[in-house]
């Protein structure tokens, strides 16, 4: 069993103010399980948010796929994660130059910025694109995740190209928070690791998703946080299902680690 500090000890390391407040919720509510609901209906996806808000530290959104999508989307959202303490993360996966992902994140009819805890970015375009983010998103006390791997088959975010988003998240470190990644791939305590493509068994979908086991993305490749979409939003009863992958995703956390 390797050495690993706590949740609640890294919240207490980390400036950064979301990345606290995910720590410290986490080992509060005991739960690294996000879910990803990637419902096209808005009305099913605020639903889900105040459902599944128990039992979960992150609440993973595509806001440009809502077909009925109105401008107090975020506002209600926001409202329903005061409630039951998680954080909004929008995946809205920037990859353009730093000016145009600027205009991207805070404008057009989104205006992500006004509600979305986190975003994430590709780190193709270089390092522009973390310093155009962070001219809209670190003055409002938000953060970044940098998508240092994919889950999908035949990804290529591997190798020396992981490995540069490690160095960018040390260069950004006041503003990125972490990564997502399919393991732990920064030693920095302050990062958390956040990982799709999960399920209860492994597997794919049609579309080259594929899927590994809560105990092999916690427990094996220590990651912190497990991201889950369809297994649950798509279960008869997301809430139970939800519990069953929070009890995974702890057990996992609590039993692969020697705790500091
Ligand atoms: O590499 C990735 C990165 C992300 S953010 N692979 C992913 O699947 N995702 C997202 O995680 C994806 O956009 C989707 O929202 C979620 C996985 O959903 P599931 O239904 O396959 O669990």
């Given amino acids: 069993m390797t050495e690993q500090l706590s949740y609640l000890k890294r919240a207490s390391?980390?400036?950064?103010?979301?990345?606290?407040?995910?720590?410290?919720?986490?080992?509060?509510?005991?739960?690294n399980l996000a879910v990803a609901a990637d419902s096209t209906s808005q009305k099913h996806v605020l639903e889900l948010a105040d459902a599944l808000g128990p039992s979960i530290c992150l609440f993973k959104t595509h806001v440009d796929i809502l077909s009925d999508f109105t401008p107090d989307f975020g506002k209600q959202l926001q409202e329903i994660a005061k409630r039951h303490q998680f954080v909004i993360f929008e995946d809205?996966?920037?990859?353009?130059?730093?000016?145009?992902s600027a205009l991207q994140y805070a404008g057009g009819i989104y205006r992500i910025?006004?509600?979305?805890?986190?975003?994430?970015?590709?780190?193709?375009?270089?390092?522009?694109?973390?310093?155009?983010?962070?001219?809209?998103?670190h003055p409002k006390g938000q953060g970044l995740l940098l998508l240092a791997e994919m889950s999908s088959q035949g990804t290529l975010a591997k190798g020396a190209y992981t490995k540069k988003a490690a160095l960018l998240a040390e260069q950004f470190n006041d503003y990125v928070v972490g990564f997502i990644s399919l393991r732990k791939i920064s030693s920095n305590p302050t990062f958390i690791h956040m990982t799709p493509g999960v399920k209860?068994?492994?597997?794919?979908d049609s579309l080259g998703q594929s899927y590994r086991t809560v105990e092999k993305i916690i427990g094996k490749n220590l990651s912190d946080l497990i991201i889950v979409g369809r297994d649950i939003?798509?279960?008869?009863?997301?809430?139970?299902?939800?519990?069953?992958?929070?009890?995974?995703?702890?057990?996992?956390?609590?039993?692969?680690?020697?705790?500091?």
């Fill in 113 to 137: 910025a006004d509600w979305a805890d986190l975003v994430n970015a590709h780190i193709v375009p270089g390092p522009g694109i973390i310093e155009g983010l962070k001219t809209v998103g």
């Fill in 13 to 31: 390391l980390t400036r950064h103010p979301i990345a606290q407040k995910l720590f410290k919720l986490m080992e509060d509510k005991k739960t």
């Fill in 233 to 260: 939003t798509h279960a008869k009863d997301p809430l139970q299902q939800a519990l069953l992958y929070q009890q995974a995703g702890w057990e996992a956390y609590k039993s692969s680690r020697d705790l500091r």
């Fill in 92 to 100: 809205r996966k920037f990859a353009d130059i730093g000016q145009t």
């Fill in 200 to 204: 209860l068994k492994p597997g794919k």
